[in-house]
T-cell receptor
Framework: DSGVTQTPKHLITATGQRVTLRCSPR?????VYWYQQSLDQGLQFLIH???????AKGNILERFSAQQFPDLHSELNLSSLELGDSALYFC??????????????FGEGSWLTVV | GQNIDQPTEMTATEGAIVQINCTYQ??????LFWYQQHAGEAPTFLSY????GLEEKGRFSSFLSRSKGYSYLLLKELQMKDSASYLC??????????????FGSGTQLTVLP
């Protein structure tokens, strides 16, 4: 158990809908990262928050957004869902604001299936 | 740009040794990570190399050559439970100032009895 908690573990929804994925980082970690992993692709970096502020964006679609709250938990909002958004979404956390020499720890992921 | 290459699949026999290679291209190297990921599960941290040479940790060792942009993960005394995807990852600058951990596509290792 990495200490990173993600909910829900599984989610099935229809195209066009909106969902929210939630992540609680490890105790003491200030950074939260979101990654997407689909069947035909590796882990794709989406976005990084540090202590409530956005640090960096990767290949995140405009239909997706995220935020980190004062209690450091984070939410990833996915809207106007398409079939291609079906994937495993991972949250990860770390202590520092940068990944230089800084191991990140992954949650168990949220399986999203869009039908 | 950023580029990480590793073989897609490898097969080995229980009790054997296997070496999984990773090559990368980056400016401003800041270390290289190896993660293990079983199907449908979270990636778990295996090793981090920032200096050249071999780092040994039990049955797993990781090697780095910064001048060659090359790393490998060495797994000894293979066990069935080692069947998993092994991900090479390097911090790259994305938008913003922070370096983000970018992963290779992973090497799917199958250990046969």
């Amino acid at each position: 158990d990495s200490g990173v908690t993600q909910t829900p573990k599984h989610l099935i929804t229809a195209t066009g809908q909106r969902v929210t994925l939630r992540c609680s980082p490890r105790s003491g970690d200030l950074s939260v990262y979101w990654y997407q992993q689909s069947l035909d692709q590796g882990l794709q970096f989406l976005i990084h928050y540090y202590n409530g502020e956005e640090r960096a964006k990767g290949n995140i679609l405009e239909r997706f957004s995220a935020q980190q709250f004062p209690d450091l938990h984070s939410e990833l909002n996915l809207s106007s869902l398409e079939l291609g958004d079906s994937a495993l979404y991972f949250c990860a956390s770390s202590v520092d604001r940068d990944t230089f020499g800084n191991t990140i720890y992954f949650g168990e992921g949220s399986w999203l299936t869009v039908v | 740009g950023q580029n990480i290459d590793q073989p897609t699949e490898m097969t080995a026999t229980e009790g054997a040794i296997v070496q999984i290679n990773c090559t990368y291209q980056t400016s401003g190297f800041n270390g290289l990570f190896w993660y293990q990921q079983h199907a449908g599960e979270a990636p778990t941290f295996l090793s981090y190399n920032v200096l050249d040479g071999l780092e040994e940790k039990g049955r797993f060792s990781s090697f780095l050559s910064r001048s060659k942009g090359y790393s490998y993960l060495l797994l000894k005394e293979l066990q069935m439970k080692d069947s998993a995807s092994y991900l090479c990852a390097v911090p790259f600058i994305s938008s913003g100032s922070a370096r983000q951990l970018t992963f290779g596509s992973g090497t799917q290792l199958t250990v046969l009895p």
